[in-house]
């Protein structure tokens, strides 16, 4: 097992009671190649702008894409709605942004995937290039995954592959879009989703989601730890935990927003 030592082998962001985040190294990394980024715009209101970057393992540098990346989406964002901008075109402004601001970071570009999301009130955008993910989980018992993964196992799922299936495959987890070195395509998948309840937003790198990946298994994980800490900063802290005792393969970030109708 190694040990990072560095402010971001675990670290965790509470900006307002109802949004927080957490991030860790997990058990089998000597660091943390994942970020994240939390920008609440009013205090008085559910609005903010939360990012989070995953850097590819094989790319040296990574953990400086991925905190570029994601600290620049957000700016972006903020940019955006303060210039009332619509939710897809602030979203490619963003990661269009946050690929310059990648490779602009070294002399010798890294990369790495990014999930970007914008609350406002009760509507949620969510903006995707590479397979960290957001899941809707709601007071009535539902779940859905909001994000589409870029990677061969979602290739093999839209073929008609089982997701158990395909994301047992062989290469698997081989990302078909990203940003930074080489990356050819890093116009975002996005979504807007109005919420018929109120419930949770969930935005997360594949340390935690390869555990468990379906929205019926994500619900069960997410319901089981929202029972024993309610709070967000406790929550978000346990779902890091809990995808170590898991094995902890991977670097794992979890960012959790109580969303009100």
Same mark, same amino acid.
């Given at each position: 097992m190694h040990e990072d030592r560095s402010e971001r082998s675990h670290y965790a962001r509470v900006p307002a009671p109802w949004l927080a985040g957490c991030s860790d190294t997990g058990l089998r990394h000597p660091t943390n190649?994942?970020?994240m980024c939390l920008a609440v715009r009013d205090k008085s209101h559910r609005t903010a702008m939360i990012a989070v970057a995953d850097g590819v393992t094989t790319a040296e540098g990574s953990e400086v894409a991925s905190l570029v990346a994601a600290r620049t $989406?957000?700016? !972006?964002?903020?940019?955006?709605?303060?210039?009332?901008?619509?939710?897809?075109l602030a979203f490619v402004q963003a990661f269009e942004g946050a690929n310059r601001a990648v490779l602009e970071a070294r002399e010798d570009p890294s990369a790495c995937t990014l999930i970007a999301a914008g609350i406002d009130e009760g509507t949620l955008a969510v903006g995707n290039v590479g397979d960290s993910r957001a899941y809707w989980l709601g007071d009535d018992g539902s779940c859905r995954l909001l994000s589409t993964d870029d990677?061969?196992?979602?290739?093999?799922?839209?073929?008609?592959?089982?997701?158990?299936?395909?994301e047992q495959s062989s290469q698997a987890?081989?990302?078909?879009?990203?940003?930074?070195r080489q990356?050819?395509?890093?116009?975002?998948?996005?979504?807007?989703?109005?919420?018929?309840?109120?419930?949770?937003?969930l935005l997360c790198s594949d340390g935690l989601w390869n555990?468990?990946?379906?929205?019926? $298994?994500?619900? @069960?994980?997410?319901?089981?730890?929202?029972?024993?800490a309610p709070?967000?900063?406790? !929550?978000?802290?346990?779902? =890091?935990?809990? @995808?170590?005792?898991?094995?902890?393969?991977?670097?794992?970030?979890? =960012?959790?927003?109580?969303?009100?109708c």
């Open positions: 190649q994942d970020a $989406a957000v700016e !972006l964002m903020v940019s955006a709605h303060h210039q009332g901008l619509a939710a897809n990677s061969m196992a979602q290739a093999r799922i839209m073929l008609g592959m089982t997701r158990d299936d395909a987890h081989a990302i078909t879009k990203w940003l930074g990356a050819t395509d890093v116009t975002p998948s996005v979504i807007v989703f109005h919420p018929e309840c109120n419930g949770w937003l555990y468990a990946s379906s929205p019926e $298994a994500m619900s @069960a994980l997410f319901r089981a730890e929202l029972a024993e709070a967000p900063g406790q !929550l978000c802290e346990r779902l =890091v935990a809990w @995808a170590n005792d898991q094995g902890g393969r991977d670097n794992t970030t979890a =960012v959790v927003a109580r969303i009100e």
